[in-house]
C-alpha cells in the first residue's frame, strides 16, 4: 500500500510540475541573420529633399547624412559632385540603411548602390573602401570619367588603393596621360 501511495503521489508531482506546454525557447538567431535584421531595422525610405554636396543629404523629415565610402568632393569638380547628386537624388524616394551616427549607405529606387554609381563615374572617390569601389574608381580614372578628367585631371586629394602611389597626390595631367 505505501509502494502505492508513493507511486501516486510521484505521479502527480511530476504531472504538477509538467503543467501545460510551454513555448520552445526562442532560437538564437545567426550572425547573419542577426546582421540583416538589425539592418532591416535602421533601414528606410525617405525622399531626398536637399543635397549639401555629392555625399551629404537631407531627407524630407529633415535629417541630414554622409553617404558612407564616399571622399569630400575634390575642389575642382565639387560644383559637378553636386550637379550629379542633385540630378540623381532629389525628390528621389531612396532606401538608406545606418552604418555609424551620421553615415548612411544609399539604395537607388531599382537597387542601385549610390556611392558606387559616383565612383563608376568619376564624381566621387572612394574613401575607407576596398573590393567594388577600387575596381570602379580604377575604371573611371583609366577612362578619364568625371573629376579624372578635363579639368581635374584626378586633382583633389588621395584616390582610393588600387589607383597608385605615384597618381594620389598628382595634379599634373602628365602624370595621369603616363598612368593612364
Given at each position: 500500500?505505501?509502494?502505492?501511495?508513493?507511486?501516486?503521489?510521484?505521479?502527480?508531482?511530476?504531472?504538477?510540475?509538467?503543467?501545460?506546454?510551454?513555448?520552445?525557447p526562442?532560437a538564437?538567431?545567426?550572425?547573419?541573420?542577426?546582421?540583416?535584421?538589425?539592418?532591416s531595422?535602421?533601414?528606410?525610405?525617405?525622399?531626398?529633399?536637399?543635397?549639401?554636396?555629392?555625399?551629404?543629404?537631407q531627407?524630407?523629415?529633415?535629417?541630414?547624412?554622409?553617404i558612407?565610402?564616399?571622399?569630400?568632393p575634390?575642389t575642382?569638380?565639387?560644383?559637378?559632385?553636386?550637379?550629379?547628386?542633385?540630378a540623381t537624388?532629389?525628390?528621389?524616394?531612396?532606401?538608406f540603411s545606418?552604418?555609424?551616427?551620421?553615415?548612411?549607405?544609399?539604395?537607388?529606387?531599382?537597387?542601385?548602390?549610390?556611392?558606387?554609381?559616383?565612383?563608376?563615374?568619376?564624381?566621387?572617390?572612394?574613401?575607407?573602401?576596398?573590393?567594388?569601389?577600387?575596381?570602379?574608381?580604377?575604371?573611371a580614372?583609366?577612362?578619364?570619367?568625371?573629376?579624372?578628367?578635363?579639368?581635374?585631371?584626378?586633382?583633389g586629394g588621395?584616390?582610393a588603393?588600387?589607383?597608385?602611389?605615384?597618381?594620389?597626390?598628382?595634379s599634373?595631367?602628365?602624370t595621369?596621360?603616363?598612368?593612364?
Amino acid at each position: 500500500m505505501a509502494r502505492r501511495c508513493v507511486i501516486v503521489l510521484v505521479a502527480l508531482f511530476i504531472t504538477a510540475c509538467a503543467g501545460p506546454p510551454s513555448d520552445p525557447p526562442p532560437a538564437v538567431p545567426s550572425s547573419a541573420s542577426r546582421a540583416a535584421g538589425e539592418r532591416s531595422a535602421m533601414a528606410g525610405a525617405l525622399k531626398v529633399s536637399a543635397v549639401v554636396d555629392g555625399r551629404t543629404v537631407q531627407f524630407s523629415n529633415g535629417a541630414r547624412f554622409r553617404i558612407s565610402l564616399l571622399a569630400e568632393p575634390a575642389t575642382c569638380w565639387a560644383e559637378d559632385a553636386r550637379a550629379f547628386a542633385e540630378a540623381t537624388l532629389l525628390n528621389t524616394p531612396v532606401r538608406f540603411s545606418s552604418v555609424t551616427p551620421g553615415e548612411i549607405n544609399l539604395e537607388l529606387p531599382d537597387g542601385t548602390d549610390y556611392a558606387l554609381l559616383t565612383v563608376r563615374e568619376g564624381v566621387l572617390r572612394a574613401e575607407g573602401a576596398s573590393g567594388p569601389f577600387v575596381d570602379a574608381e580604377l575604371s573611371a580614372a583609366l577612362a578619364k570619367r568625371g573629376l579624372w578628367g578635363a579639368p581635374c585631371n584626378g586633382a583633389g586629394g588621395p584616390a582610393a588603393a588600387g589607383v597608385g602611389a605615384d597618381d594620389r597626390n598628382s595634379s599634373r595631367p602628365e602624370t595621369m596621360a603616363r598612368k593612364g
